[in-house]
């Protein structure tokens, strides 16, 4: 009598196990982000393709970001963007304006009639000319790096969308013993399972 329960309880706990074929078959439409289960639609989360948002975000600054749908992020890009494109242009025009003049004081020399006559020697202009060169080449720089770290961001975004970050991913340190009986701090990882 106890076999014939044991067996009994070993074919309930296994059944839960066993799976037959299903009776309502799972349908994929061409968007794969949408799985027909009979009556019911279960959607898959959005997971973006990373080439694709780095296609976007190169075509256009911030493109990226919406495909993501991290659209918090587009403020951001046209700020930084904005900024280095801003004083770049600044400093351009500032470069030109010392420019003009120090070629006027090169060619025609005290009778040159540039805005800086009485204020600025060759040399002052000469200088502050370089000084806006720099500046602006500088802010050149940090506009290409503004525009590939956009690009990077999308790539990343899209990567990371669906990216696990709940609590059952810790670590601590643990005083632990080790095999031959003596004490040691050791490194414990828990992964979710």
Not at 30 to 40: A, N, P, Q, Y
Not at 159 to 182: E, G, Y
Request: aromatic share 12%.
């Amino acid at each position: 009598m106890r076999l014939i329960i044991i067996f009994f309880l070993f074919f309930v706990c296994c059944a839960n196990n066993v799976v037959a074929q299903d009776s309502v078959a799972i349908a994929r439409t061409k968007d794969t982000s949408v799985i027909v289960k009979s009556d019911t639609v279960l959607k898959k989360k959005f997971q973006p393709d990373a080439k694709r948002a780095g296609l976007y975000s190169s075509l256009f600054p911030g493109l990226g970001q919406i495909y993501n749908r991290q659209y918090w992020k587009v403020p951001i890009v046209y700020a930084v963007m904005g900024t280095t494109v801003y004083f770049a242009i600044k400093r351009n025009s500032e470069y030109q304006k010392y420019r003009k003049a120090y070629v006027s004081r090169i060619e025609y020399g005290d009778n040159s009639t540039d805005e800086f006559q009485g204020v600025l020697n060759v040399t002052g202009i000469k200088q502050y000319q370089d000084e806006a060169k720099q500046s602006r080449d500088l802010m050149i720089v940090y506009t290409v790096i503004g525009f590939a770290g956009q690009i990077l961001e999308a790539i990343s975004g899209a990567h990371l969308r669906n990216f696990d970050i709940s609590k059952d991913l810790s670590m601590q340190v643990k005083p632990v013993m080790t095999p031959i009986n003596t004490f040691g701090v050791g490194l414990v990882v828990n992964f979710k399972k």
